[in-house]
């Protein structure tokens, strides 16, 4: 026997044994045997490079082999599938997280070392899959690991781009995007599968003509793109399965490249080539923010056809029927991005599969359903009507029948109320409205965190909700907490394994076994010891990346997540100069020394928000060299925010700044990863914030600002921010234009007094300005008590279990999408 099938039948052997198939492993023959063949070497004589691809490679060769024993015993149960349609998913870093999911770390840490390699600096080589922008991705990835480790059949379908979210420096104080070529070292993960490659057709026209009786239709005069799968496999904490994430790329086929060529027009063939390939090129960047762009259309089309193709066949193949789709899988929306599933499943049953309207509409609304991640009106997408016709024309001709009925539907039962149905309508006002779309079609319709799902109900949906109350449900968010506690804070982990045993790794809540220690002094010593390792942890990446000094001791006040607005972090870095201004009018007093901690990509068009990173940066500047503050206050901005980076920065986190506007933040997921990780949330109520609150109660945590309710009351009483400036604030916003942060910033001020960009000050953030200042005082106050610090801090370890994805996976598999 060669080698090859020796390792082929090792690894197959490992994966159809039950019990902890990969204990049985050996990691340095495993290496070897794979460095032997992909590069003709050993470990005695590889490069770290080739190292980690052979590590890569094998754990991949672990997984495939997994999955499809999975997939087989699947099949023959006749299992119920999932599958979660994203155009994001922030897989992050993949190597620790399949290793450590497999028990496998320790084992290969081991083996390596004894061959002179450093794990860790094989784990640094492994790139961001960074297929995403921010919590909606991440959700989707987290989602994918929860549902593996409970053993659910799930699919991730989503796109290869080939530049996964910019590379952001900050250049002269402004931020810059740069390209992100994830490819070049992650292309390991993925495997393609040319021959599994769908046709997806663009442009043209509809034509329609009686068969035998039968009135047919169908697109001509089309452009097809060719859409190649490439898979990238999920695995589950301890868990015998192993799912797959689809990732769609965009190719010309073959015969358009042929006739051009026999026509010698080469340059035009390749030409035609890149236009087709530009379609998953790049991520779009933008979060809570659509663009309205054809590439983009053309993109949520690429995913949703290829997907659904290739969901149909094989479910044909397993059933030779298409009656029973609903009852064997579960098509989910994530976002109104993938919102084009819904004609489309219509039109592959109806034109392809010879479906009646009525029949195809009754298994389509059955399939589907969809997670509405936003309240914000530029976020919810609309297409102008023309774009959408010219690019998909075979579709829009469905999404026309489907607005015919429903609005003969609404006419029945709001009769006359022309407001509301035109509201309600799939196109109106030149627009299709990829959410109506959703609610006209899907089954089941969630929010993301109980305040959202209620704006939802009785907000923007309240008028389909009325109808079918039924079809409205909550499932708060949740966090892979074993990427998120486990593997970035393994001194944490390993300390509460000790303390409570190791039960929270397979229930996150399990670690309210940790509330009866909140009053042992020596367990809140240790915790305390922990923070400080994380910190010293961070104070040197701080140092090295961005030549600053900050103190482990003072406190880590950490908000990072997207640069927008409703987040305001302009909020923050006003109230740092406040403090700054302070300490300048007191440079003796008792001041609690504190370091304000920033990471946050703005989208590259967003200018406003670029402006606020500016003004952060500038703030750090001053603030970092003036010697009258330096012990008391720095002020960092951490350039290229991403999964690997929040990682590190995460454990080191004291306080947790979630302090959007009221009603704005669907949920959230950094607050529930902060909180995991010991760090106190001061916040609105807001999103999940809500939820933390409820569980760790009024003591530990820092609420302050306007409640939801109130910020519509003063919207409707009318705002004023000019009322709400005292003279310290006053003050503030005098530094911002008077140059002494080395520029001025006219436009934020602006933005914060004036109407002349539309409403001032549209987040409130002077609203909210001295509560805020006053819940900051408090946490000052607090934390010069290090033992009530310590505790409130266990407290939100402890009661965090529930936001994890485990809980909000089963959610969704019992009450949305009815797995088994
Ligand atoms: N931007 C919400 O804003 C939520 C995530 C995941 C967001 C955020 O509050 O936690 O989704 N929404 O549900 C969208 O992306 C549209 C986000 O990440």
């Keep these: 026997m060669n080698k090859k099938q020796n390792s082929k039948q090792k690894i197959q052997k490992l994966a159809e044994n039950d019990a902890r198939p990969e204990r049985a492993i050996q990691p340095t023959e495993l290496l070897n045997d794979t460095l032997r063949r992909i590069f003709g070497c050993e470990l005695a004589d590889a490069t770290q490079k080739q190292v980690y691809r052979a590590l890569c490679i094998s754990v991949r060769e672990l997984l495939t082999e997994k999955n499809r024993v999975f997939g087989n015993r699947c099949t023959e149960k006749e299992r119920k599938e999932v599958y979660y349609m994203s155009m ?12 450590f999911n497999l028990g496998l770390e320790a084992e290969f840490r081991k083996a390596l070392a004894d061959a002179g390699f450093d794990i860790d600096e094989i784990y640094a080589i492994d790139p961001d899959a960074g297929l995403g922008n921010g919590g909606l991705g991440r959700l989707a990835s987290c989602y994918m690991d929860a549902a593996t480790g409970m053993d659910y059949p799930m699919t991730g379908f989503s796109i290869r781009y080939e530049f996964g979210i910019f590379k952001q420096k900050i250049v002269d104080g402004w931020q810059m995007e740069f390209p992100d070529n994830w490819l070049e070292m992650g292309d390991v993960w993925l495997q393609a599968r040319e021959d599994d490659a769908v046709e997806v057709k663009f442009g043209g026209e509809v034509r329609e003509w009686m068969d035998n009786d039968r009135f047919k239709v169908a697109q001509v005069g089309y452009s097809s793109v060719m859409a190649v799968p490439y898979d990238m496999y999920i695995s589950g904490y301890d868990s015998d399965a192993a799912n797959r994430l689809v990732l769609w790329s965009a190719k010309l086929p073959q015969s358009f490249d042929m006739a051009a060529f026999s026509r010698g027009d080469y340059v035009r063939a390749l030409e035609r080539n890149a236009m087709a390939e530009t379609i998953s090129k790049v991520l779009y960047p933008a979060d809570d923010h659509i663009q309205g762009k054809r590439l983009r259309l053309k993109q949520q089309y690429l995913l949703v056809s290829a997907s659904l193709q290739s969901i149909l066949k094989k479910h044909y193949k397993k059933y030779r029927t298409y009656t029973n789709l609903p009852e064997k899988v579960a098509i989910h929306i994530n976002d109104t991005h993938p919102a084009l599933c819904v004609p489309e499943l219509m039109r592959l049953l109806i034109d392809e599969h010879d479906f009646g309207w009525d029949e195809a509409w009754d298994i389509t609304c059955r399939t589907l359903s969809y997670t509405n991640h936003t309240v914000m009106s530029e976020a919810l997408e609309r297409w102008n009507v023309d774009l959408f016709r010219e690019q998909l024309p075979r579709v829009y001709s469905i999404c026309q029948e489907i607005n015919r009925r429903l609005i003969e539907h609404l006419c029945a039962v709001y009769p006359n109320d022309w407001g509301k149905i035109n509201y309600m309508a799939v196109i109106a006002n030149n627009e299709v409205r990829m959410a109506n ?247 609105t109520l807001d999103g999940a914030n809500v939820e933390i609150h409820e569980q760790v109660g009024d003591e530990n945590i820092f609420l302050f600002g306007m409640k939801a309710h109130e910020v519509e009351e003063l919207w409707q009483r009318g705002y004023h921010p000019t009322e709400f400036i005292t003279p310290e604030l006053q003050a503030v916003l005098d530094m911002l234009t008077s140059g002494v942060l080395g520029q001025r910033f006219d436009d934020l001020v602006d933005s914060l007094l004036t109407n002349r960009f539309g409403t001032a000050d549209p987040y409130m953030t002077l609203a909210d300005f001295q509560d805020y200042a006053r819940a900051q005082r408090d946490v000052a106050a607090v934390y010069q008590d290090k033992q009530r610090f310590a505790r409130m801090s266990l407290i939100n370890i402890a009661k965090a279990g529930i936001f994890s994805s485990d809980r909000a996976v089963k959610e969704y598999a019992d009450e949305i999408w009815n797995l088994d």
Aim: glycine share 6%.
């Design 88 to 99: 994001e998913f922030l897989v992050g870093t993949s190597l620790r997280n399949n290793l």
């Design 437 to 683: 779309l959703c609610l006209a079609a899907c089954h089941k319709v969630n929010g993301v965190s109980k305040l959202h799902t209620d704006i939802l109900r009785n907000g923007i949906f309240r008028d389909y909700c009325q109808i079918t109350p039924e079809r409205f449900l909550n499932v708060t968010n949740g966090i892979a907490y074993r990427r998120w506690l486990c593997q970035s804070d393994p001194l944490l982990t390993d300390y509460l394994k000790q303390l409570i045993g190791g039960d929270f790794l397979r229930d996150a809540r399990a670690l309210e076994k940790l509330l009866p220690y909140q009053n042992d002094e020596k367990v809140l010593a240790d915790l305390m010891a922990i923070k400080r390792k994380n910190k010293e942890r961070l104070a040197a990446l701080i140092e090295n990346q961005n030549g600053v000094r900050v103190d482990p001791d003072s406190i880590f006040d950490i908000q990072i997540k997207r640069l927008h607005e409703y987040k305001r972090q302009l909020l923050n870095i006003l109230h740092v100069l406040y403090l700054y201004r302070q300490i300048k009018a007191n440079p003796h007093g008792d001041f609690m020394p504190r370091t304000f901690i920033f990471a946050a990509k703005a989208s590259a068009g967003y200018i406003r928000a670029k402006q606020i990173i500016s003004l952060i940066v500038a703030a750090s500047k001053l603030i970092n060299n003036d010697p009258d503050v330096n012990d008391k206050l720095k002020v960092v901005f951490l350039e290229d925010y991403k999964v690997s980076l929040a990682e590190i920065i995460i454990p080191a986190a004291d306080i947790s700044e979630q302090i959007s506007i009221a009603g704005k933040e669907a949920s959230g997921t950094g607050n529930m990863k902060l909180m995991i990780n010991g760090a106190v949330t001061i916040g």
